[in-house]
């Protein structure tokens, strides 16, 4: 019997362990399966090369529980250790004369593991003593058993195994009790083991039997030895895809719109396969369904260092033995191989859309609805991406068709150019919502698209950046005749005073909604026009919109919503409503706007003659007299208003064409639809 101390130059490495090393005790279940598995590896590939002659036989690892010993076994049939082996590979943990380790790594423990090789001692992070009882493949080899207690002291005695390969043995800590409990090791083998290339049986096979679950004699074979993106593409079938993608995400209940079976052995080794899910709403409900493996282990689903951003919404698996992790093979780090894959995964993403789109345009059109929230985050995100991506990135108009940016540029370049030589893309958010806005559009030649995704509204804004002398204008952003602007609008005919009395006689009525502010303005609109309609700021609307999505743009947010109430000048009934007014106020706004007209005429000579001296020259009784001037004026058209308010208030015209505008834009509700009912049946009676 040999005892002795681990090669470490501290008094315990193994509180180093517990509380640096590992960002999760769990993993230690996946590391300890891991050495099984390299062990029976490295066996096979010496029978390979003829440097083992013996049989082969069953080379599944076992893993085992003894809740009554309190012991959790991990059994292999692999190449084994030898007495020295245990000495050099264990006892001594590579440190190979380092003494000062601690000391130079105690900042970023996390190194620890990279250089020294460490995995085997995380047994120690849930185990208050381990043993190793192994026997190595060589002819003639005897058993041996190692056993350490978590102080730097252990043991070596000869040992009785008949077979090679090793156990580790690992007496479970108390504080660690759950590591004894049968559901919580298969949901960890499930997690971290359930695709190694090697078999690994946990208990038995169960069958109902007598009313109740009994074991079978058949190991329980937690793994697929061979998963799907270790295999050839050309002899895959979509139905194996699919049900591999039931296996991933056993409570997806839809299916994949396709996927990318990535295979690259230059300059990096890298296998894998990315499937484009149906995403129905919240972008970050579906991120982290990447799982990345080394070597068909588990390490991580915290992929963004690998995967561009935009892709960490895909689904699938990732395997490279290339991506450096670090001590723990749960993070990875930061590495220009790294940026590599991310760039190659980007570019064989693009390729695998392109080809599909050049394929089966059709198919691709069909699946565009879901799979544009995925192009449109790539565009968004990368710049190299959006350069792939305009050839196959499609828009869609309000009837369903679809246009590459290329084919939708001559369709509407000969209709939809204003007479500044800018190409405008109309387009709605809402069919039903902005229906008559879109019919009006329609009336007029123009095409309209259906903008209604998550993205759409950065996309668009991105569009008239990368698109040369082009905008995009939600079709009910202003009156279809200002939307392309072909040449110098047509003059209002009614004069100043005309124009500002009928304005007020509708701004007077207009309710107050929260969160809204109207502006209102006379427009000569035909007299096919719609008499009265509502417009809202595209600049505004977008702004608040991309609040949503930008940090430092929340102040748009808290602005009310700026609309336009457009009267048309040249609609019956809106020259009805003036007829009207100027018959019922005129007499009474004789004398008040005399007045105004000669307060205006004082106050503009006052501020005439104070704008030619400095502040300071101007007196205290200078001042005063333009401040009574002005606040004189401001009174009479104060009476002015009021005047008009009063008339406009009995008038159930106005009343009702605001409520037409309101109701066509989704904003009367409540008591004032009521009324507006009421007003209706009353009219037509």
């Known amino acids: 019997m040999q005892k002795g101390n681990i090669g470490v130059t501290t008094e315990n490495i193994f509180p180093v362990i517990k509380k640096f090393l590992y960002s999760d005790h769990e993993i230690f279940l996946r590391e300890m399966v891991s050495n099984a598995i390299d062990a029976t590896q490295k066996l096979k590939t010496l029978a390979d090369k003829g440097d083992f002659k013996g049989e082969l036989g069953d080379l599944t690892v076992h893993v085992s529980l003894d809740k009554d010993k309190g012991t959790l076994t991990i059994s292999d049939r692999g190449i084994g250790m030898t007495e020295e082996e245990i000495d050099k590979y264990i006892n001594q943990i590579a440190f190979s004369g380092v003494t000062d380790f601690l000391d130079k790594y105690k900042d970023n423990a996390n190194q620890i593991i990279g250089h020294f090789g460490l995995g085997f001692y995380s047994s120690f992070m849930v185990s208050k003593k381990v043993e190793i009882v192994t026997r190595s493949y060589q002819e003639g080899a005897k058993a041996v058993k190692w056993s350490c207690d978590g102080s730097p002291e252990f043991t070596i005695e000869d040992a009785e195994r008949d077979d090679r390969g090793s156990d580790i043995i690992l007496y479970i800590d108390d504080d660690c009790k759950e590591y004894l409990e049968k559901a919580q090791i298969e949901q960890l083998l499930q997690k971290y083991c359930k695709f190694l290339p090697v078999p690994v049986a946990f208990g038995k096979k169960t069958e109902w039997k007598d009313g109740k679950q009994v074991d079978t004699a058949e190991d329980n074979i937690i793994n697929n030895v061979e998963p799907l993106w270790t295999k050839a593409p050309s002899t895959l079938k979509d139905e194996d895809y699919k049900s591999f993608y039931r296996t991933l995400y056993p409570m997806q209940f839809d299916e994949p719109l396709f996927w990318i079976h990535l295979n690259v052995d230059y300059p990096f080794n890298l296998t894998g396969i990315l499937y484009f899910p149906r995403i129905k709403s919240n972008l970050d409900i579906q991120r982290n369904k990447i799982q990345l493996y080394c070597n068909q282990v588990f390490v991580t689903d915290q992929v963004e260092g690998i995967v561009p951003e935009f892709l960490t919404l895909l689904h699938g698996v990732i395997d490279s033995p290339d991506i450096p992790l670090n001590v723990s093979r749960s993070y990875l780090q930061s590495d220009r191989d790294v940026k590599k894959i991310s760039t190659y995964i980007t570019k064989k993403v693009a390729d695998r859309l392109n080809s599909i789109f050049k394929e089966d345009r059709k198919q691709y059109e069909e699946k565009w609805d879901d799979l544009k929230i995925f192009i449109n985050y790539g565009m968004l995100s990368q710049e190299d991406f959006y350069d792939r991506a305009k050839d196959f990135c499609l828009l869609k108009d309000v009837d369903g068709k679809y ?198 005429a004082r106050v503009d000579v006052l501020r005439q003659e104070q704008n030619k001296k400095k502040y300071d020259e101007i007196t205290q009784e200078e001042k005063d007299d333009l401040n009574n001037s002005e606040k004189a004026l401001n009174e009479q058209k104060d009476k002015k208003k009021a005047v008009i308010a009063d008339y406009a208030k009995g008038n159930k015209v106005v009343h009702q064409l605001i409520d037409l505008a309101l109701l066509q834009n989704g904003m009367l509700k409540g008591a004032a639809l009521d009324a507006f009912l009421k007003r209706s049946v009353d009219l037509i009676g």
Request: net charge negative.
């Open 403 to 600: 246009f590459t940016l290329d084919d939708y540029r001559t369709l509407i370049k000969d209709e939809q150019t204003d007479k500044d030589g800018n190409l405008v893309y109309l387009y709605a958010t809402d069919k039903e919502e902005q229906y008559s806005y879109i019919e009006a559009a329609r009336k007029k030649g123009y095409s309209v698209l259906l903008m209604d995704g998550q993205l759409d509204t950065p996309t668009v804004s991105m569009f008239e950046q990368k698109l040369e002398k082009s905008r995009f204008t939600r079709v009910d952003a202003d009156i279809v005749e200002r939307l392309i602007v072909k040449e110098d609008t047509p003059k209002n005919e009614l004069d100043a005073t005309q124009s500002d009395n009928l304005s007020e006689a509708f701004r007077s009525q207009m309710p107050k909604l929260e969160k809204a502010e109207f502006m209102v303005e006379v427009q000569s609109l035909g007299e096919n026009g719609q008499p009265v309609v509502i417009t809202q700021s595209e600049y505004m609307r977008r702004m608040k919109d991309m609040s949503r999505y930008q940090q430092g743009m929340s102040f748009y947010a808290t602005m009310p919503d700026s609309y336009n109430l457009i009267l048309n000048a040249d609609h019956p009934l809106i020259k009805r409503v003036l007829e009207e007014e100027t018959a019922s106020v005129s007499e009474a706004l004789k004398p008040i706007e005399s007045e105004i007209r000669g307060m205006q």
